[in-house]
């Protein structure tokens, strides 16, 4: 069995498939029940250096669930950092009032930085544009869940998959698991090649395309994302690809029955509502599994489970 | 004495200590700043532009009772990757040695991410060399992986 016990989760690579599936496997247990006061004794120091809703209410919802004192912030405006005070102080601070600290920043590397200062374990709640390791943990919970293994599927990546990190951090892990890859974007939002070098180390295969039509009936998963208009220099670029990485239930038909769309939200267009009253939509699901996945974390790394 | 070459002699022989030989003339200096010579209190030769039957023209550093260890010396393969590095004691060649490119790299660059957290805070750098040739490193903090090469000011 896998001990992650004081193993901080900064970066996906940091955990190996079997860290992955211990996980998940616990997750699965607080789905069934996930009002346990295995966590009484503990404070969790919530610390979100930028804002965020569904990540934030999610972990202090899971760590609530489970017994534990919160503190923190959601707003760094508040805090001794907006008086200047440095990273590496408010870590040092903080690990002595808490069992654990969940953190948030806008700066690459803070996370891998703040684990080295903290003598606490710390979970990557998001850094920057690098790593949101908790996000893709509950991505494969819920491919998973969906689709009763994570062997062999065919997972297809849509909208912007160079500056996507939830798209980059799920092609790593699935990678694990023997997936086959399609992958849809404007031309000029393609898999990072150095993304792309690990599927080809695994000696898996991909598939590229500028239309999700096209890769709508081979796929067990569709993935999206948002195409944001900001990444495209030329404004007409946008307009020409905008509505090649976007679904609604007419896009979905001939689909398979197993095939279920993910995203790691907030949606603006990518996602017609109309594609909600599908059997297909499995978003709102997928956030719900944050808690569980996040609880099976938080257990798991304060050596409670 | 045996075969310490006349080339090197004309910037004149040492006793005891290392002489880095075949670094491209434009490097010379970044060279002595990566082995932290710049705050050595003995004796440092160095020579530019001097003839190279191999690359025209080269730069040679000698410094006097001084022994380094190959991971310091291999940092220097990042400016001057053909370096031979001859130990002399007591005048004598005893030991030639190359430079190669090292796994890790600490401390003597900086990261071009400039939201990396490295850039933000005094933190000392650390890079993971992921392809030698071409040289392609990755920062241990932002994980964003770079072909240029910056050096810490």
Redesign the interface.
């Known amino acids: 069995m896998a001990n992650l016990k004081n193993k901080n989760l900064i970066s996906i690579s940091d955990y190996n498939k079997q860290d992955y599936l211990e996980i998940l496997k616990l997750a699965a247990e607080f789905e069934e029940n996930p009002r346990q006061e295995i966590l009484k004794d503990k404070v969790v120091a919530s610390i979100f250096f930028e804002p965020s809703t569904r990540t934030r209410l999610s972990f202090e919802s899971a760590a609530s669930m489970l017994g534990a004192k919160v503190i923190g912030f959601a707003n760094p405006a508040a805090t001794s950092q907006a008086k200047g005070e440095s990273l590496h102080d408010t870590i040092k601070m903080l690990s002595s009032y808490s069992d654990i600290i969940v953190m948030r920043h806008s700066i690459e590397g803070a996370a891998r930085y703040a684990a080295e200062v903290s003598t606490v374990p710390l979970i990557n709640a998001g850094d920057g544009s690098n790593q949101h390791p908790t996000q893709c943990m509950l991505d494969l919970y819920s491919i998973l869940k969906t689709q009763g293994t994570l062997e062999n599927l065919q997972i297809t990546l849509v909208g912007d998959l160079k500056y996507g990190r939830t798209v980059h951090s799920l092609v790593e892990a699935m990678c694990h698991f023997n997936a086959t890859f399609h992958l849809v974007s404007p031309t000029a939002l393609k898999l990072p090649s150095a993304v792309k070098m690990h599927i080809k180390r695994a000696k898996l295969k991909y598939y590229q395309y500028t239309n999700i039509s096209d890769a709508v009936s081979v796929s067990d998963i569709i993935y999206m994302t948002r195409v944001q208009r900001e990444r495209f220099s030329d404004p007409l670029d946008y307009e020409k690809v905008k509505d090649s990485c976007i679904i609604d239930a007419s896009t979905l038909e001939g689909c398979q029955e197993n095939m279920r769309v993910l995203h790691p939200l907030p949606r603006l267009n990518e996602i017609a509502v109309d594609v909600d009253k599908t059997p297909y939509a499995y978003y709102f699901q997928q956030a719900r599994n944050g808690v569980y996945v996040r609880q099976a974390l938080m257990s798991a790394i304060l050596g409670l489970r | 004495m045996t075969t310490i070459n006349k080339r090197e002699l004309i910037v004149s022989a040492i006793e005891n200590g290392t002489v880095i030989d075949h670094i491209p003339v434009n490097t010379v200096l970044m060279v002595l700043n990566i082995l932290g010579l710049n705050n050595y209190e003995d004796e440092v030769l160095i020579g530019i532009n001097l003839d190279s039957k191999k690359y025209g023209k080269k730069g040679i550093i000698k410094v006097r009772g001084k022994y380094f260890q190959q991971h310091d010396l291999n940092k220097i393969a990042l400016v001057a990757p053909d370096a031979t590095l001859i130990v002399i004691k007591n005048y004598e060649v005893v030991e030639k040695k190359s430079v190669q490119i090292p796994d890790k790299i600490d401390e003597i660059l900086k ?1 071009i ?1 400039p ?4 850039n ?4 000392k750098t650390k890079f993971t060399v992921i392809g030698k040739d071409p040289l392609k490193i990755q ?7 770079m072909t240029n090469i910056r050096f810490a000011e």
Do not use: L
């Open positions: 990261c991410n939201n990396c957290i490295t933000k805070e005094a933190i920062c241990h903090y932002c994980e964003k992986s």
